[in-house]
């Protein structure tokens, strides 16, 4: 394990909550401010204002590795022409740059590394495999070694074990691959990525043996108790329900646990589900819902940054400008609480799968849920439909199933069989 010292961390305050001065007059007051935006139309990056860029970098734990607070998602670089979005990002000053190699089949780490060539010194790379038990710790090698050559590189600075959900992908062949490629100089520090139902499990494993370096995971301000607190506290009456099922109860407390032993701690799938179109007609420039919900997130002492995918210039701006912009506010609180409200009960809870067993067909409800998500959430149609069909069982039983068995399967009150078989015919 990598044993550089802790980096300084700015302090934070803990955000609005019980005890705070937010009363539930104010965040009403908020929440119009927050409306006034639908009446002036103001939502999008003011093309006039000065151009936004990075303003906090961090020590991601022990690694000796400097991130900045958002980095570079390349999960739908596509086409070469996306090489431009890494210039863009580049020029905002985000210098980290995370793929993997199934990414687009193996494109997005071969536009990366095109991008970046010449600017190698100036970055940081994560990559990552999904390596199972069955791979040898030779064939993971030349994994990577795959992944250099796209990257165009002779090391990544964090390589991990992409989306584990089983302990026993942390076995003893990835172990020996990993220490082997670190000891080889070909990877700064050892990572494990998830977002699904038992990631709490494997991420208690990697910390109880001592694993990891860093870890990468799917956590919102949703996951966040304080934000439920006060939601609990000053909201309770205003909006009559909202999603805030706990999904991955145990993640605070092993995200912390983390920060606490020196694991760097990186997030994804911040924006819960990244339905930011739905609330656009509630924002204005420099108030926006994804910068509300980065704002919460990197409030969060245990977390160290961020990953989120780059898909357009202004997206990169919006993202960019929320870098260290400090603590979450009323009116931020009144966009996520809005976010909420929009999304109750049609909205599936990443890394929840508690419905996972309840299909006799033994359809793999949550990845189908996953991929409507990443078809209409985050408007990537193309991607949805190659990821849908890698999926094991997909929803083609539902076109002929009743739906009783689900019917009552899930928490938040999906309706599934009925999202499920209108995933199917759009993504089969
Ligand atoms: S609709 Fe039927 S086949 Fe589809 S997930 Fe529900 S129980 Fe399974
Ligand atoms: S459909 Fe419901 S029960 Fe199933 S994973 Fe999504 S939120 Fe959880």
């Known amino acids: 394990m990598a044993d550089a010292p802790e980096a300084p961390r700015a302090q934070t305050t803990p955000p609005p909550g019980p005890g705070t001065d937010l009363t539930r007059r104010a965040f009403l007051r908020a929440s119009g401010a927050v409306g006034t935006a639908v009446a002036t139309g103001a939502a999008r990056p003011d093309a006039a204002r000065p151009a936004p860029s990075i303003r906090n970098r961090v020590q991601l734990g022990r690694t000796g590795i400097e991130i900045p607070d958002i980095s570079f998602g390349s999960f739908s670089l596509e086409a070469d022409a996306d090489e431009a979005l890494v210039h863009h990002a580049l020029d905002r000053g985000v210098t980290h740059f995370d793929t993997a190699e199934g990414y687009t089949e193996g494109r997005a780490e ?4 095109r991008a970046l060539q ?12 999904w390596a199972v038990p069955e791979n040898s710790a030779a064939h993971q090698m030349k994994m990577l070694e795959q992944s250099l050559r796209h990257l165009k590189t002779d090391y990544v600075d964090i390589y991990m074990n992409h989306a584990v959900n089983d302990v026993d992908r942390l076995g003893e062949e990835w172990q020996a691959f990993a220490t082997r490629a670190k000891e080889e100089g070909k990877i700064r520090a050892i990572g494990m990525s998830g977002h699904a139902p038992r990631l709490a499990q494997c991420m208690e494993y990697a910390l109880d043996q001592s694993l990891v370096d860093v870890f990468l995971v799917a956590y919102s301000f949703a996951q966040q108790p304080s934000f439920k607190d006060s939601l609990k506290a000053y909201l309770s009456d205003w909006l009559p329900s909202l999603d805030i099922v706990a999904s991955q109860a145990r993640l605070p407390e092993l995200i912390a646990r983390a920060h606490g032993e ?23 420039p420099g108030r926006t819902f994804s910068q509300a919900a980065f704002r919460w997130v990197l409030s969060d002492p245990s977390v160290d940054g961020l990953v989120i995918s780059m ?24 966009l996520l609480a809005r976010y909420l409200a929009k999304n109750v009960g049609t ?11 309840s299909c006799p067909a033994g359809v ?7 991929m409507r998500m990443y078809d209409l959430d985050y408007r990537q149609p193309t991607i949805a439909r190659r990821e849908y069909a890698q999926v094991g069982r997909n929803a083609l039983a539902c076109l002929s199933c009743s739906g009783t068995p689900c019917a009552t399967a899930c928490p938040s009150g999906l309706d599934i069989a009925g999202l499920a078989r209108d995933t199917h015919h759009r993504l089969a």
């Open 262 to 284: 020196g694991v760097g701690v990186m997030v994804m799938k911040t924006l819960k589900g990244a339905r930011m179109n739905d609330m656009r007609a509630f924002e204005r």
């Open 110 to 113: 071969k536009i990366l590394g």
């Open 347 to 357: 909205s599936c809870l990443i890394g929840c799968g508690d419905c996972a067993s």
């Open 118 to 129: 010449g600017r190698r010194d100036e970055v940081t790379i994560t990559t990552k495999y």
């Open 311 to 334: 898909t357009s210039t202004d997206a990169i701006d919006e993202f960019v400008e929320a870098s260290g912009s400090g603590e979450p506010d009323r009116e931020d609180l009144a």
């Open 364 to 370: 793999e409800i949550p990845d189908v849920m996953r």
